[in-house]
């Protein structure tokens, strides 16, 4: 396959030399006259184009010669379209860029009558005006360059079917002898990715056991943080009821720090249980209707909290709740009383706190 394409490729490569040195021939035709236009173009600069536009009532041979000139560029063939043209200050330009124009059939058949026309000749209408003469050269070059470059288009368009067949061959011959050459490495490779893949596998044995230990870990640790979650949930729980029973467990908190001072303990209860049925559905407490309250509110849960409850040891003092009732109580007075706080002490255990008490 690949010889019988080498061979095709070298038939295709000679034909398509022949045809471009004869391309190149015809080429070298068409060069003068498109030097000749583009000279034209030159000659016919913003002078000889105000010379034209500046004819109050200019002669028929200069009206003749624009004509063709209008229907270039698709206007009427009349010397007020001719005039419009002139005053175009991109005409120059379009001119110059004409030849890359696609020219029909049918403007090329308009412009050979005018050509045929024995008035329209360089010498005959330099006589009347050099601006115009100009004109004339540039549509006759222009005209002989489309008819010369139209008469190529076969064998142009034959060339870019060579090309374009070369190139496909060379295509195919190139993907069969790097198919040819992945075949010769073949083995090779296959080793070479075998023993890829054995290394990969026992990288994801190892990767596989390191995972493992990290999931049992990670269960572990989901475990406490759902253990911490719940706990969470719960204080926040705790916080909530707390903050919408804070009035009346605030009432509560300044009754038992009023007067709780020369009551036992036993006395103590029974106010503070008075004091809650006070304050329930149905009950005046202060206000009129109902003040709510924590259903479980003691004195050390609302002043304190378990953390500074369980350090009292640590300093001296028993973990008895009437001692503790009494610290915290005698604290808040000392904190907020705009009078003296006077505290009977028979046992002298004020003196052991009273320190810490202070700070």
Not at 97 to 112: C, D, M, W, Y
Not at 153 to 165: A, G, I, S, V
Not at 242 to 264: E, K, N, R, W
Request: glycine content about 4%; overall charge neutral; proline content about 4%.
């Amino acid at each position: 396959f690949v010889q019988s394409k080498k061979i095709t490729i070298e038939e295709l490569t000679k034909e398509m030399n022949e045809l471009q040195e004869i391309n190149n021939i015809d080429l070298e035709q068409v060069s003068p006259l498109l030097e000749k236009a583009i000279k034209a173009i030159d000659a016919v600069d913003r002078n000889g184009i105000q010379e034209l536009k500046s004819y109050p009532d200019p002669p028929e041979l200069v009206k003749f010669v624009v004509q063709p000139l209008c229907i270039m560029f698709d206007a009427d063939p009349s010397w007020e379209s001719a005039i419009q043209l002139l005053m175009d200050m991109k005409l120059l330009k379009m001119m110059f860029g004409f030849r890359n124009r696609e020219i029909s059939n049918a403007v090329l058949k308009k412009l050979k009558c005018y050509l045929d026309d024995e008035r329209f000749n360089v010498e005959t209408v330099r006589k009347v005006s050099l601006a115009a003469s100009n004109v004339c050269v540039y549509v006759e070059s222009i005209y002989e360059y489309t008819v010369i470059m139209k008469s190529l288009y076969p064998r142009q368009k034959k060339m870019k079917n060579l090309e374009e067949e070369l190139e496909m061959h060379n295509k195919l011959v190139g993907k069969k002898l790097v198919g040819l050459e992945q075949l010769r490495n073949d083995e090779s490779h296959k080793k070479k990715y075998y023993e890829g893949c054995c290394a990969n596998i026992r990288n994801l044995q190892g990767n596989i056991q390191g995972l493992t230990a990290e999931i049992k870990r990670a269960k572990k640790l989901l475990a406490v943080l759902n253990d911490k979650i719940k706990a969470c949930s719960k204080e926040q729980t705790d916080l909530e009821q707390s903050l919408s029973c804070a009035d009346g467990d605030a009432m509560l908190a300044a009754a038992v720090i009023i007067y709780y001072g020369p009551f036992t303990q036993v006395t103590r209860d029974k106010l503070l249980a008075a004091w809650k049925d006070c304050a329930s559905v149905g009950s005046s407490f202060i206000t009129e209707g109902v003040l709510p309250r924590s259903p479980h509110f003691d004195i050390k849960s609302f002043l304190s909290s378990p953390e500074e409850i369980l350090k009292f040891p640590q300093v001296g003092i028993e973990q008895d709740d009437y001692i503790i009732d009494n610290i915290l109580i005698t604290r808040e007075l000392l904190k907020y009383s705009k009078r003296q706080v006077l505290v009977t002490d028979p046992d002298k255990e004020f003196r052991k706190w009273a320190p810490t008490l202070i700070e």
